[in-house]
């Protein structure tokens, strides 16, 4: 079946401007995270949902960072007034329920604040 | 919170060795470990996993194996081949499913 889709797969935009990333999870998986991979760092956790709640918040980088998910599905990431330490790839998980059930990455989107 | 530390930061072996990397963590309330592959351009790819109640498991050319009395996990790639040449990640997790990722290890077959 299909996997996880993640849109843009590359965005670039100007230090300052809002961005929104899009992330479509497997279906029927209720538990989604998002990651950022930044060049020559590892992976870092951000946010989760299990359904369309976010339990733990504190992996945001600031407040300029905002995550939704309605519907039980989709979920929207916002870097507002980017930077460009934001630069980094960031990666959209889903799994069956949350807790220690194998994620499924997607292909990421790349984002790129000049 | 928890802490992984993943070694080496670069292997690379010959094609039909084998290669192993090798992962410590911190929490001892983390119960599920799982090995990521990453190609470049690519998201990571679940190649194995292991839980808890497990010290060892195994599919086909590649293994885990976890001591969790030293709280430290490791992977094994026998009989590697150029296509196993990727980014390696290994992480762990408690119960609530957030992944604490390695570093990462590069690995290199060369022919």
């Known amino acids: 079946g299909a996997g996880v889709s993640q849109s843009p797969s590359n965005k670039v935009t100007e230090k300052g401007k809002d961005v929104e990333l899009r992330c479509d999870p497997i279906?029927?998986?209720?538990?989604l995270y998002w990651y950022r991979q930044s060049l020559g760092q590892g992976l870092e956790f951000l946010i989760y949902?299990?359904?369309?709640?976010?339990?733990?918040k504190s992996g945001l980088p600031s407040d300029r960072f905002s995550a939704e998910r309605t519907g039980g599905s989709v979920s929207t990431l916002t870097i507002q007034r980017t930077q460009q330490e934001d630069s980094a790839v960031y990666l959209c998980?889903?799994?069956?329920?949350?807790?220690?059930?194998?994620?499924?990455f997607g292909p990421g989107t790349r984002l790129t604040v000049t | 919170g928890e802490n992984v530390e993943q070694h080496p930061s670069t292997l690379s072996v010959q094609e039909g060795d084998s290669a192993v990397i090798k992962c410590t963590y911190s929490?001892?309330?983390?119960?599920?470990f799982p090995w990521y592959k990453q190609e470049l351009g690519k998201g990571p790819q679940l190649i194995i996993d292991?839980?808890?109640?497990?010290g060892e498991k195994k599919d086909q050319r590649i293994a885990v194996t976890l001591n969790k009395t030293a709280k430290h996990f490791s992977l094994h790639i026998t009989e590697t081949q150029p296509e196993d040449s990727a980014v390696y990640f290994c992480?762990?997790?408690?119960?609530?499913?957030?992944?604490?990722f390695g570093a990462g290890t590069q690995v290199v077959v060369t022919p």
């Open positions: 998980a889903s799994s069956l329920e949350t807790g220690t059930y194998e994620q499924y």
């Open positions: 279906s029927g998986h209720t538990a």
């Open positions: 949902f299990q359904g369309n709640s976010a339990p733990d």
């Open positions: 929490d001892s309330a983390s119960n599920y």
């Open positions: 292991i839980r808890s109640n497990v």
């Open positions: 992480a762990a997790t408690d119960s609530w499913g957030k992944l604490q």
